[in-house]
């Protein structure tokens, strides 16, 4: 890039920062588009983004979407995700999932992390691309080996249900334990789940209740629903049923079915809670609406 066009770029960024003048994102708009016919690709994103929301200059979703292709035809990686997007939601332009598809190729192909899990989910739900489980788990492996949370527990549930790769409980494990120490908590449960049955490592309730109460913390239903399990039946903790009745009740008022139906029967007996007839039918009735066989069960008994 010639000095000249280094100055084009670098004034836009002076006026849209403040950088040894004051912030003017008018001003800003107006070096990055001198810099953008000059064909500097940074200056073509970053008018893309100030048309897309109107900021410093009138708001032009098309005209976004003509910078932001300019961009992203030099491997512009931002501008390629950007894309991607817009041709997945008609923002500016006309949907077109293959081609939507395409740009999320080529920025995963670069390394982009949300590239290629896109691009995963993609080719998981056949948007724009044939429904391919192997290459979407491929995708996904590239994205959690650069150390992305969500695509390790993606890898982790491909290997734990045997989704476009071989099932293995251990390599389940592997990839779960490496999500829930970054603190991902549907990794988390998952793990928990592991060693409460044992798949792929020795069975460890403590393990389970350690890893369960992690994700329950994060208000996750499916974890909150697990400590209630534990608790009530004094799995890798002393049995306490106003506990349980404290986690059920946190999970039932996410909607869990299999929650709601345990708390009915904590309050129809009075474990753990005051005994309340009433409140535990509201239960059953609402885990029963959902399909719940023991709940229908337990208002049929129960009139």
């Given at each position: 890039?010639?000095?000249?066009?280094?100055?084009?770029?670098?004034?836009?960024?002076?006026?849209?920062?403040?950088?040894?003048?004051?912030?003017?994102?008018?001003?800003?708009?107006?070096?990055?588009?001198?810099?953008?016919?000059?064909?500097?690709?940074?200056?073509?994103?970053?008018?893309?983004?100030?048309?897309?929301?109107?900021?410093?200059?009138?708001?032009?979703?098309?005209?976004?979407?003509?910078?932001?292709?300019?961009?992203?035809?030099?491997?512009?990686?931002?501008?390629?995700?950007?894309?991607?997007?817009?041709?997945?939601?008609?923002?500016?332009?006309?949907?077109?999932?293959?081609?939507?598809?395409?740009?999320?190729?080529?920025?995963?192909?670069?390394?982009?992390?949300?590239?290629?899990?896109?691009?995963?989910?993609?080719?998981?739900?056949?948007?724009?691309?044939?429904?391919?489980?192997?290459?979407?788990?491929?995708?996904?492996?590239?994205?959690?080996?650069?150390?992305?949370?969500?695509?390790?527990?993606?890898?982790?549930?491909?290997?734990?249900?045997?989704?476009?790769?071989?099932?293995?409980?251990?390599?389940?494990?592997?990839?779960?334990?490496?999500?829930?120490?970054?603190?991902?908590?549907?990794?988390?449960?998952?793990?928990?789940?592991?060693?409460?049955?044992?798949?792929?490592?020795?069975?460890?309730e403590d393990q389970a209740f350690f890893w369960f109460s992690k994700a329950a913390a994060q208000d996750l239903g499916d974890a909150q629903e697990a400590l209630g399990f534990a608790f009530s039946r004094g799995i890798g903790v002393p049995q306490d049923y106003t506990q349980a009745a404290y986690w059920y009740g946190?999970?039932?008022?996410?909607?869990?079915?299999?929650?709601?139906?345990?708390?009915?029967?904590?309050?129809?007996?009075?474990?753990?809670?005051?005994?309340?007839?009433?409140?535990?039918?509201?239960?059953?009735?609402?885990?029963?609406?959902?399909?719940?066989?023991?709940?229908?069960?337990?208002?049929?008994?129960?009139?």
């Amino acid at each position: 890039m010639n000095s000249t066009l280094t100055l084009l770029r670098y004034a836009g960024f002076a006026y849209q920062d403040g950088l040894g003048t004051q912030q003017n994102r008018i001003e800003a708009a107006k070096w990055f588009r001198k810099a953008a016919v000059q064909g500097v690709v940074q200056a073509q994103y970053e008018l893309g983004n100030m048309l897309t929301y109107g900021d410093g200059i009138e708001q032009n979703e098309s005209e976004a979407v003509y910078w932001y292709e300019m961009a992203a035809n030099k491997g512009y990686v931002d501008a390629q995700i950007y894309l991607a997007a817009a041709y997945a939601d008609g923002i500016g332009i006309e949907i077109d999932l293959v081609k939507s598809a395409y740009w999320l190729r080529c920025a995963a192909e670069q390394g982009s992390i949300t590239g290629q899990i896109c691009l995963a989910e993609a080719l998981i739900q056949g948007k724009g691309v044939l429904h391919n489980l192997t290459e979407a788990f491929t995708w996904y492996k590239k994205a959690a080996e650069q150390g992305d949370a969500s695509a390790q527990n993606s890898v982790g549930e491909a290997y734990y249900y045997g989704n476009g790769v071989q099932k293995d409980y251990a390599l389940a494990r592997f990839w779960y334990t490496k999500a829930a120490e970054q603190e991902y908590g549907m990794a988390q449960a998952s793990l928990g789940w592991i060693y409460f049955h044992g798949r792929g490592v020795v069975q460890d309730e403590d393990q389970a209740f350690f890893w369960f109460s992690k994700a329950a913390a994060q208000d996750l239903g499916d974890a909150q629903e697990a400590l209630g399990f534990a608790f009530s039946r004094g799995i890798g903790v002393p049995q306490d049923y106003t506990q349980a009745a404290y986690w059920y009740g946190k999970a039932a008022e996410q909607g869990r079915p299999q929650a709601q139906n345990e708390l009915g029967n904590l309050l129809s007996t009075g474990n753990g809670v005051p005994r309340d007839e009433v409140k535990a039918k509201e239960w059953w009735r609402k885990a029963a609406s959902q399909g719940n066989v023991n709940a229908r069960l337990n208002l049929r008994f129960n009139p």
